[in-house]
């Protein structure tokens, strides 16, 4: 199975991680992660609450459930033995240094991130591609749309939102404008 590190920036906006660990969990890829990650998930999470106006004390329980359920969901992603390798790789941020040297451990072909022109390709190690959230998610959906017309129902039945026939096309459109994932939704609305 293919397994990509998804890096802070795609775990962060709620949709887009919704959608992400929906097709980990239909079996479409196995997603890593290393602890960092998931610290900063956490603290920016967290941040992202108390900004809604949530108080702080839940705002942190909220933000702590949040990756106790990841971790739980996915209790092999988390990438342990990666320190190691950072400071290794000399990219021009030393704070996503820790980013390749998990997906090398992890043994991921992909690290899904917002900030790809933080890793410039020259700096990868051989096997390791840099992908933004819509290509991944595209390249995935593209192997198997039945498949992850069943992660877009799940998002939706997850969301209480069951019954109405065009919850799974407004998904669909949300992560079209949210995140202009347009070949993948493409691919799924034959099948609707």
């Not at 090398?104 to 790809?116: L, S």
């Not at 933004?132 to 069943?150: E, G, H, I, W």
């Not at 998904?171 to 404008?177: A, C, K, Q």
Request: proline share 6%.
């Amino acid at each position: 199975m293919f397994t990509a590190l998804l890096d802070t920036c795609v775990l962060w906006p709620s949709l887009q991680r919704d959608f992400l660990l929906s097709l980990a969990v239909e079996g479409m890829y196995r997603p890593v992660w290393s602890t960092a990650i998931l610290e900063e998930l956490e603290y920016e999470e967290e941040q992202k609450l108390v900004a809604r106006g949530e108080d702080t004390t839940r705002a942190a329980h909220r933000a702590r459930r949040l990756v106790t359920v990841m971790r739980q969901a996915f209790d092999d992603a988390e990438i342990d033995g990666w320190q190691g390798l950072a400071g290794t790789y000399g990219l021009p941020d030393p704070d996503d240094e820790h980013v390749i040297a998990a997906a090398v451990v992890g043994g991921a072909g992909a690290i899904v991130t917002h900030n790809t022109k933080d890793f410039p390709p020259h700096l990868l190690p051989d096997g390791i591609d840099v992908l933004a959230p819509k290509r991944f998610a595209a390249d995935t959906v593209a192997l198997n749309p039945a498949q992850a017309l069943t992660a877009v129902r799940a998002i939706a039945a997850r969301s209480g939102r069951t019954g109405r026939p065009r919850e799974i096309p407004e998904i669909l459109n949300r992560l079209e404008v949210l995140y202009e994932m347009t070949e993948a939704a493409a691919l799924l609305r034959p099948l609707i």
